[in-house]
């Protein structure tokens, strides 16, 4: 007999779910209440330890070389749904941000095997390793050494002490291979399912406790050096000046006004959320500044259209302020459009247990993409974030949608054909 709605919530324990989160949530905890966890960190590798430590007796565990793992009750079937995300944070991030995707996959998991519900497909639980780009400025390195996806670039790049990627994997433990391969069996994964916080309000507003996500917005990403010339604030006067400073500011200030305009007519969203006044103090014209931009949609298309109108406005303000800039491309992604059927089994998952659900994209990146550029059927669920507060200490969620996410999943575990 199929497992009901009903049969099946009985062997979910959100009280379980919410102390293993509150467990992860000591280990890299800040005085403030926040939680550093960074990539390839002794933080990040206690997280795995610990998480290690809760799975049921019965699980069989592989690591691979940079130390993503994956577990499962049933190692030797044919296919797998892979569900999961990743334990490390942002520099005094929130507790859910990553953590909540794996604690639930493995509440959902577990009630699967439990309920002795029938499975086209055994699930398998994937934690991923430095989804976050807070270290060393490159996303989802995990998800994308698991599919093949990691180039030289990438372990070459360094962190703030100027540590690369290659070496700080190996101070905690791992030896990388040659990750242009996968280094799991891509024709065994029948599908891939993430739950994660929303990172935004949409879901706080509307009243809904789920969101089943249908695309990924994508960034491309730009640093900014804007160069100008040092001089004596007092001695120098306003017209013979080349301040970077200003030129940068004016800059912002358009970069801004060109991404509110645009997203009047299309998806796009553009931020500017960090600028350094190089050796800036008080009594000086400022030579140098460098700052970055995001710019995310949906449609490629239109954030290409954005991206050109932006880029030559930056170079005529330069121009008109007198000062050089150069450009330093940082990343680039494609959008991402979910599996219409994964998306269609998680609104079907959500029916069924009765919670209110929308339809939305999702505005971060996340290991999710990563499997569906890779052709495997990919799907994900959203929790609100209370005051859309995220990569933050206070970030948070409400118990029922982390009940509602997790009895979802379960049943697109079981359900999915």
């Known amino acids: 007999m199929p497992v009901t709605p009903k049969e099946l919530r009985k062997y979910i324990d959100v009280n379980r779910v919410q102390r293993r989160l509150d467990e992860l949530s000591d280990i890299g905890a800040t005085s403030d209440g926040g939680v550093t966890r960074p990539a390839y960190s002794e933080a990040e590798n206690e997280a795995f ?26 190692p ?9 995300s990743h334990l490390d944070t942002v520099f005094n991030g929130g507790y859910l941000d990553g953590a909540l995707g794996v604690v639930a996959s493995l509440e959902a998991i577990t009630a699967v095997y439990e309920s002795n519900a029938e499975l086209a497909y055994p699930p398998t639980l994937a934690v991923f390793r430095a989804e976050e780009s807070a270290r060393f400025g490159h996303h989802t390195i995990g998800s994308r050494a698991a599919i093949g996806m990691l180039d030289v670039n990438t372990f070459s790049a360094v962190d703030q002490n100027d540590i690369p990627l290659w070496r700080a994997m190996q101070k905690v433990g791992f030896q990388p291979e040659n990750l242009s391969e996968p280094s799991i069996d891509l024709d065994r994964v029948a599908a891939f399912l993430e739950i994660h ?39 120098t006067p306003m017209e013979l000046r080349q301040d970077a400073l200003t030129a940068a500011s004016k800059m912002i200030v358009s970069i801004e006004e060109k991404a509110s305009n645009a997203a009047e007519a299309g998806d796009i969203v553009g931020t500017v959320g960090t600028v350094t006044a190089v050796d800036g103090s008080i009594n000086q014209v400022c030579g140098e500044v460098t700052f970055q931009l995001d710019l995310r949609s949906a449609d490629i298309d239109y954030r290409d259209n954005v991206e050109s109108t932006i880029l030559e406005e930056v170079e005529r303000i330069a121009d008109s302020q007198e000062v050089t800039v150069e450009r330093t491309l940082i990343d680039r992604t494609e959008p991402v459009t979910l599996d219409d059927d994964v998306v269609s089994a998680l609104e079907s998952g959500a029916q069924r247990v009765e919670t209110d659900y929308q339809v939305m994209p999702s505005g971060g990146g996340h290991d999710a993409m990563n499997f569906q550029l890779a052709g495997i059927p990919t799907g994900m669920l959203f929790v609100p974030s209370v005051d859309g507060v995220s990569h933050n200490p206070n970030e948070k969620t409400t118990e029922k949608a982390i009940e509602d996410a997790t009895r979802t999943l379960a049943r697109t575990l079981i359900e999915y054909e």
Do not use: K, M
């Open 49 to 74: 330890e610990y998480l290690l430590e809760e799975l049921p007796n019965g699980y069989v565990v592989e690591e691979d070389s940079i130390g993503n793992v994956f577990a499962t009750p049933d």
């Open 76 to 84: 030797d079937a044919e296919r797998s749904i892979f569900t999961g």
């Open 197 to 235: 916080i929303e990172q935004g309000r949409v879901l706080e507003e509307s009243g809904d406790d789920l969101g089943v996500v249908s695309s990924i917005r994508a960034p491309v990403r730009y640093e900014f050096t804007v160069t100008g010339d040092y001089d004596h604030s007092g001695a």
